[in-house]
């Protein structure tokens, strides 16, 4: 009698898992990169080196113009690179792509190109989160992708919390143009030998010894049959709104932190550092938090996450813009953190579990590019606000953010009252490490 298929042994825990941290050090990598712009508005010799010194409008576009390129790639991109790249060659040019444009952000001639710039680095992180969330797919059964999805994405909070004040540091220590080449450095020197070493592709039969990425199971879907196999993705449009609602609160957050308790409440440098780094450590431990909760509740009530988050996130800013002392604002930045961070990991996993077979990335992609699209114009709209408000300038541009959670709100509310069922599962494909046998006895 032949043996039975074994099963996946204790290795192929730790080797996925290496995945995923993988993932996270990529995630983060890339959002020291996106903050980068919100420190240096505060610096006046690169204000006064590309001719935006008090210009809010000229200031909050840096941030909405990157976002635009992101929202376009991740759309328009990610079926291309779910149909043809796969996940871990998808990862090598795009984070290749990523040190070369930070490389020449510092000299580009003037604002103009400055933004051109800006605008392809955000092409060129675009994909991102749908080839992590594929991964995610690819390797997790459906009932354990809370904690995965949670861990890759606790790279946003991880990365801000980093990012703000080792940025300040540079900037002020050194000038600007070193922010640039040091982030340059760690996309080429950590970000690229991480995803080649431990970032696998799954083929027909799991992943090959050689780590190089095979041939996507089943027949190979062309780029608009993708597409379009995303866009019926049930209750997608609920799922847009959120995600759109959710970036917003990041995007407008983080591009006007820095400026808002350095000029609105007289921090010094060094305890804007600090504190500007304390609502995104927050958020690192709610997100953690938020998808043990997710592998723990019955998918119906998932969107809890959601309301909770929406009702604590609005609250607290609420007392931001309403407290006198600093050290309250302080106290309802880091508590707004800590809610907003909980709804991170549910909505990858909502596309997850209701994309159709095959097209998580492409799902995600239409998620996360027509949310970055909308939400890009967040830090624009409160830097109007600011420059409009006079006195309550501040106050205004961060009341924007709790309208965003008021929509988070009504559309957590709606999905918890009718979730709706999920799309077929499809089954991840994990790696053997022996030779496949048959799966029944034979005579």
């Not at 997608?236 to 917003?248: D, P, S």
């Not at 009718?418 to 077929?424: F, I, K, V, W």
């Amino acid at each position: 009698m032949a043996p039975t298929a074994a099963p996946p042994t204790a290795t192929a825990s730790p080797r996925r898992w290496a995945g995923i941290l993988s993932l996270l050090a990529v995630v983060l990598i890339s959002y020291v990169d996106r903050v980068n712009a919100s420190v240096l508005i505060t610096d006046r010799a690169f204000t006064d080196h590309f001719g935006m010194t008090g210009d809010r409008v000229l200031q909050g576009a840096l941030m909405t113009v990157f976002l635009i390129g992101y929202g376009l790639a991740a759309f328009f991109l990610t079926p291309l690179y779910e149909s043809a790249l796969g996940a871990r060659r998808g990862l090598l040019v795009s984070v290749g792509l990523w040190a070369a444009l930070t490389l020449l952000s510092p000299y580009a001639l003037g604002a103009l190109m400055f933004l051109a710039l800006r605008f392809l680095l955000g092409v060129s992180e675009g994909p991102l989160f749908s080839l992590k969330t594929m991964y995610v797919k690819e390797h997790f059964a459906p009932h354990e992708v809370g904690r995965p999805n949670a861990v890759s994405s606790m790279g946003v909070s991880l990365g801000t919390a980093v990012g703000l004040p080792l940025i300040t540091y540079l900037v002020h220590r050194y000038d600007w143009h070193t922010s640039f080449v040091l982030l340059a450095l760690l996309n080429a020197a950590i970000g690229l030998p991480l995803i080649a070493l431990f970032i696998r592709g799954r083929g027909r039969a799991g992943e090959g010894r050689s780590g190089q990425e095979s041939a996507p199971t089943g027949p190979r879907r062309g780029v608009a049959a993708t597409l379009r196999e995303a866009l019926r993705t049930p209750r997608l449009g609920c799922i847009l709104l959120i995600e759109i609602a959710t970036l917003a609160y990041l995007w407008g957050s983080s591009s006007w932190l820095p400026a808002y308790l350095l000029q609105e409440r007289h921090f010094s440098l060094a305890q804007m550092g600090a504190v500007s780094a304390l609502p995104f450590l927050t958020s690192l431990a709610s997100g953690f938090l938020g998808g043990h909760l997710i592998d723990k509740l019955p998918a119906r009530r998932l969107p809890l996450l959601f309301v909770v988050g929406a009702l604590g996130t609005g609250s607290c800013v609420l007392l931001v813009i309403t407290a006198d002392a600093a050290w309250l604002a302080a106290t309802g930045l880091v508590l707004a953190g800590g809610f907003w961070g909980l709804q991170g990991p549910a909505i990858p996993t909502l596309v997850q579990r209701h994309a159709p077979a095959g097209t998580v990335g492409s799902a995600y992609g239409v998620v996360n590019g027509v949310g970055n699209l909308v939400s890009a114009f967040m830090p624009t709209a409160m830097g109007a606000a600011i420059a409009l408000g006079g006195g309550h300038g501040f106050a205004a541009g961060y009341a924007l953010l709790i309208g965003a959670q008021a929509v988070t709100l009504v559309c957590g509310a709606w999905l918890l009252l009718r979730p709706g069922p999920p799309a077929t599962e499809e089954p991840p494909v994990r790696p053997r490490t022996t030779s496949p046998a048959p799966p029944h006895p034979t005579p």
